[in-house]
């Protein structure tokens, strides 16, 4: 649909300075967490002792996300984002300085008072993470840019794990001393790169900070639910962190029991999953066209629940085959079809993730976004206590074996997906608008995203062609749109709960229901008095010949009321593909000749809407439209 590539963002001073810093982070705490397991190997301390600190480890890291994300969603809202990742990132040099003389000196109380500061460390860098990309990037690139972070994060998760894992396998008795010195100079490349990012300013600079970590937890929660999407993106996210902890937390002993193998298999069933994800996260970009396409979310939501289930029927029981690497697990009858469910898991998971962290920044004011992203963050980390709490219980208490596990995640999976979709219902609709027009056509994109702008009121106008032109606009415009469309084409059967999910707004002519026009014509007002998109058809109905009718004068009392500006819009390619009047009521119910095909929307440069007439507007989209009907 569109020529850009995602990956040009990494050749761009706005992104690529903040890109680097937030994977050296996760690269550098996963070396870190690594490393002290390592060094538990290295200094042969008893079994019950090592079960302790991993324990333990985690706890630490995570206790901070409760006790102080409120406070650091506030810090991200008040200062100027980019001295707040500089500072950062300078917490990161102090932080593993201490870190370094607990290698050192071998001091594991030293190593888990720093663990802590690294956990305090990221619950301030957190909000503003995500934050800050609505902030640097334009709506049409949010989608490719989270694509890129969680691809980022993916990776560096996976190689710090590997990296940290092997440090003291490879460098013996200078583990310590490579560990040491491997943290600090990640922990100066990233506070480098940090200077680099362009200056980012304070989403709410005059905002007064409170200090009571209660009252500021419930108040940046409760700030986070104001919008029933945002609210459901949010847990939509917390249980990614639910399912992916579940998951992660029982990959190594999956590995050893399941599939005949030890660290190395672990190792390479994670390196699956996370690949999966980082493909998943890019591909967001390719499959949404683009714009925010919250469709994908139920897409990935049973797309990760298919594989997954197929995972437990790929392998119910223990194997008689141990030691395998994995070599020699590739070799295994069955083993490519848990490959294949580990890959798959990892892309639906990106494919449900990504379009929700672009959903709450599309739709969350920017004064609030680094709060929302606090809340976002305390709820993520008692979802991760809560999941790794109900792993134990499954397997100690009711003796689940993992793959039963995994079953049990599957089938919770849907039900968790079926409940947030039926109380947002535009996460459905979306899906189903975003299959039916990929399905039905092959469409192409020209100059929508340069004259869309990218907030405040517009009107878009537009030439009616078919029955589906509204789904095909909404599935081009970066933004959410407010269509007007004939009460009789709204009352489609399953195009009616489409249309009223996403807030179209039903019209008749003065003729068949006076009262209908004039409400539909304050409705239109009242959207962009709200500073939201509407798009109307000014012909009024669908053409019947091919050819541009008439705009109506209904053009001009909307922009008489509300001189907002205005986008002039062309289908081109229409009247010969599905669902125009070119087919006969009953052609339509057959699968027509023109399945699939070729059609562009084109926008023109956005017009001053005082003063302008239907006439000109009509001249605006019949040059845009040409002499391709």
Not at 440 to 447: E, F, I, N, P, T
């Amino acid at each position: 649909m569109s020529g850009h590539n995602q990956f040009a963002l990494l050749r761009q001073r706005r992104f690529l300075p903040f890109f680097i810093v937030q994977a050296l982070g996760a690269f550098n705490d996963n070396i870190y967490r690594q490393a002290i397991i390592g060094l538990l190997f290295y200094l042969g301390v008893s079994t019950e002792e090592r079960t302790l600190y991993t324990n333990l480890a985690p706890a630490l890291f995570i206790l901070p996300y409760f006790l102080f994300s409120a406070l650091a969603g506030q810090i991200a809202e008040k200062l100027e984002k980019q001295k707040l990742i500089v500072i950062t990132t300078t917490m990161e040099i102090v932080i593993m300085s201490l870190a370094a003389i607990g290698f050192l000196t071998q001091n594991m109380p030293v190593l888990l008072i720093a663990l802590f500061c690294t956990g305090l460390q990221s619950t301030l860098f957190g909000p503003v993470k995500y934050s800050v990309l609505p902030s640097i990037l334009k709506p049409e690139e949010l989608t490719g840019g989270n694509g890129l972070v969680e691809m980022g994060t993916s990776i560096s998760i996976l190689t710090g794990m590997i990296a940290g894992g092997m440090i003291f396998a490879l460098a013996g008795a200078y583990g310590p001393i490579v560990a040491a010195v491997a943290i600090i100079a990640l922990a100066l490349a990233g506070n480098i790169a940090a200077r680099m990012i362009p200056k980012v300013d304070a989403g709410a600079p005059e905002l007064k900070l409170s200090w009571n970590p209660i009252s500021e937890s419930l108040a940046v929660l409760r700030l986070a639910k104001k919008q029933k999407a945002v609210r459901n993106a949010i847990l939509g996210v917390s249980w990614f962190w639910f399912f992916g902890t579940i998951l992660t937390s029982q990959l190594p002993t999956y590995a050893e029991v399941n599939l005949g193998g030890g660290s190395t298999l672990y190792i390479f069933a994670l390196a699956l999953f996370s690949l999966g994800t980082g493909t998943g996260s890019l591909l967001c970009e390719k499959l949404s066209g683009r714009i925010v396409e919250i469709g994908l979310v139920p897409l990935g939501a049973f797309g990760m629940s298919a594989f997954l289930l197929d995972l437990y029927f790929a392998r119910t029981g223990s194997v008689t085959a141990t030691g395998l690497d994995v070599a020699g697990f590739v070799q295994q009858p069955g083993s490519w079809r848990i490959i294949i469910d580990l890959l798959g898991i990892g892309l639906f998971t990106g494919f449900f993730v990504v379009p929700l962290f672009a959903l709450i920044q599309s739709r969350t004011p920017k004064s609030e976004m680094s709060r929302v992203f606090a809340a976002l963050n305390i709820q993520n980390s008692g979802f991760i206590v809560l999941a790794a709490v109900l792993g134990l219980l499954t397997q100690s208490l009711l003796k689940w074996t993992i793959p039963q596990l995994f079953l049990a995640l599957a089938i919770a999976n849907v039900l968790v997906a079926v409940y947030i979709f039926s109380i947002v219902p535009e996460f459905l609709m979306r899906f189903l608008s975003w299959v039916m027009v990929r399905t039905l056509y092959r469409l192409r994109v020209k100059d929508v995203e340069g004259n869309v702008p990218d907030e405040g009121a517009a009107l878009i106008v537009c030439n009616h062609v078919s029955y589906m032109d509204a789904l095909i606009l909404s599935a081009v415009v970066p933004r959410p749109v407010r269509f007007v469309m004939y009460y009789k084409i709204f009352n489609i059967p399953v195009m009616r709960w489409i249309f009223k999910t996403a807030k179209a707004i039903p019209i008749a002519s003065p003729k068949e229901d006076a009262a209908l026009m004039q409400r539909a014509f304050d409705e239109v007002d009242a959207a962009l008095a709200e500073g939201e998109l509407v798009c109307i058809f000014p012909e009024g109905a669908l053409t019947k010949d091919g050819e541009i009718a008439a705009f109506k004068s209904g053009v001009e009392k909307i922009l008489a009321r509300r001189p907002v500006p205005v986008v002039p819009m062309a289908l081109k390619g229409m009247w010969a593909s599905m669902w125009s009047r070119r087919d006969t009521r009953l052609g339509r119910m057959r699968v027509p000749r023109r399945f699939r095909a070729h059609i562009e929307v084109v926008a023109g440069p956005t017009v001053n809407g005082e003063g302008s007439s239907a006439a000109a507007l009509e001249a605006a989209v019949r040059r845009l439209r040409g002499d391709e009907a």
